[in-house]
């Protein structure tokens, strides 16, 4: 019997889960936590090292002052999502990479998400409906 629910692409899932991820981080800018700002300032110094760049030659092509970089890299400055993503661009890594507790081993989520990229349109109608019996059933 086909399945009358919609097969969500595994961009959509990924692109959803980017989002997530995002909102995360927002949140905790918000949080000014300076933990969070040494632990993302320490990701960001290493993927510079491991671009083989300066300090003064990722301010010069972010358009910004090497203490600008230095700042970000200590935790003393936050950064903004905007310079979070043009240094991703930059040093050639995805942004979420710098996210503290989002790199290293995937989460149940990605592991999921890959998971469900590799299934066949039946694998994934499969699933979907078996999510929707699932829920169904937890909110009795």
């Given at each position: 019997m086909p399945s009358s629910l919609p097969l969500v692409d595994s961009e959509s899932l990924l692109s959803r889960?980017?989002?997530?991820?995002?909102?995360?981080?927002?949140?905790?800018?918000?949080?000014?936590?300076p933990q969070f700002h040494i632990e993302l300032g320490a990701r960001l110094k290493d993927?510079?090292?491991?671009?083989?760049?300066?300090?003064?030659?990722?301010?010069?092509?972010?358009?910004?002052?090497?203490s600008a970089v230095g700042h970000w890299e200590t935790g003393r400055n936050a950064v903004s999502v905007v310079d979070l993503l043009r240094l991703a661009a930059l040093y050639g890594v995805p942004p979420?990479?710098?996210?503290?507790?989002s790199a290293?081993?995937?989460?149940m989520d990605e592991q999921f998400i890959?998971?469900?990229?590799?299934?066949?349109?039946?694998g994934k109608a499969a699933?979907?409906?078996?999510?929707?019996t699932y829920n169904a059933t937890r909110a009795k």
């Open positions: 889960h980017a989002f997530f991820v995002w909102l995360g981080y927002a949140a905790r800018m918000q949080q000014r936590d993927a510079r090292i491991h671009k083989q760049m300066t300090m003064q030659a990722a301010a010069d092509a972010l358009g910004c002052a090497k979420e990479q710098f996210i503290p507790g290293g081993q995937p989460t890959q998971a469900y990229a590799q299934l066949d349109e039946a699933m979907l409906a078996f999510m929707s």
